[in-house]
């Protein structure tokens, strides 16, 4: 074996196979900014990422002040109802103001709309 092949075995020993994994990440911003427009993001390489490691879950919201919000849910644990465990939004009022959350899990999965991330119909 190579070193580099015994360096990598031993990093996956101590620090697990997660370690080498990426990490699950989810847009942040709002829409106090033209690139953060509630129908999306207009450039999403204009736009900031944040690490979403416990829930793996990104949202977008809309306050009852009208502004639209993207991040990871990590930071609201009130989000863990039955209702936002996948994909798909619903309607508040809620904590924290909110007047609409929508919920994805899969990494960026957040610069939609809020029309993009409605759940199909089944």
Known sequence: MTRNTLCLLLLLTVFGESWCQPAFLC????????ACADSGLVNPSWVGTEPCPLSQRCFV???????????????FPGLASASLDENGCVSGP???????????????????GFDDMKAPSV
């Open 27 to 34: 847009y942040s911003c709002n829409s106090g900014w033209g």
């Open 61 to 75: 919201r809309r306050d009852l002040d009208g502004f639209t919000y993207r991040g990871c849910a990590d930071g």
């Open 94 to 112: 809620f904590q924290y103001t909110v007047d609409e959350w929508c919920m994805c899990n899969t990494t960026l999965c957040n610069a939609g």
